[in-house]
């Protein structure tokens, strides 16, 4: 079987639409550096590639396109892998986001008399206390961004995308916590560490 791999311009594209699990061609543009018409192109490219379908202005991955991202990702970041700037910072990774996890956890919960209960966000000095500690641990992941920068400009976008959602958090949105819908603090974390694991060619830890 003849192995497909992607350029950097078509892989960037689809990695895109594989994390976010369905983009329109605006949304991607906005994280790739790219003009909306050109990734428009882009998705007719990977759609006759059997690796999108396409729906109106919407694309979604293929079960086709797993592979080929591994494939592909591997073959544009071996030297990264093998960069000790890089993997240096993203050793530390883990331990911020088992961090991160636990304090998103004490976001969506709060403890009443020993029992979890819902959040209902009515108590404005807990929530603050959270945002903050979210702040911080976002703060922490600046070195590893950066040092990817470096490597791929692509992932300076992460760092732009978690400022404006903190900036909707601290203007009073708190669905840019973790609304699912948006681009919340919770969804960039998300896309940034599968990201990150198929960059590196690393699997998720449990």
Do not use: C
Not at 55 to 74: F, K, N, R
Not at 84 to 106: G, I, Y
Not at 139 to 166: P, Q, W
């Amino acid at each position: 079987m003849t192995q497909t791999l992607l350029d950097k311009r078509l892989y960037d594209v689809l990695n895109a639409v594989a994390l976010k699990k369905m983009a329109t061609a605006a949304a991607v543009a906005e994280i790739v550096n790219l003009s909306t018409d050109e990734v428009r192109g882009i998705f007719t490219e990977l759609e006759d590639g059997d690796l999108v379908a396409l729906m109106g202005e919407t694309a979604l991955p293929t079960d086709a396109s797993g592979p080929v991202l591994v494939d592909s990702a591997a073959a544009i970041y071996g030297p990264l892998r093998d960069d000790p700037s890089v993997l240096q910072v993203a050793d530390k990774f883990e331990e911020v986001n088992s961090r991160f996890l636990r304090t998103m956890s004490s976001w969506q919960q709060i403890e009443v008399g020993g029992r979890k209960l819902a959040n209902d966000h009515s108590d404005s000095a807990y929530d603050a206390k959270v945002v903050s500690t979210i702040e911080r641990l976002v703060s922490r992941l600046e070195g590893l961004l950066e040092a990817l920068g470096e490597k791929d400009e692509r992932f300076r976008t992460y760092i732009g995308r978690f400022e404006r959602s903190l900036g909707k958090v601290d203007a009073g949105d708190i669905a840019f916590v973790s609304d699912p819908t948006k681009d919340s603090v919770h969804n960039v974390w998300f896309e940034f560490h599968e990201d990150l694991l198929r960059t590196l060619g690393r699997a998720r830890k449990e």
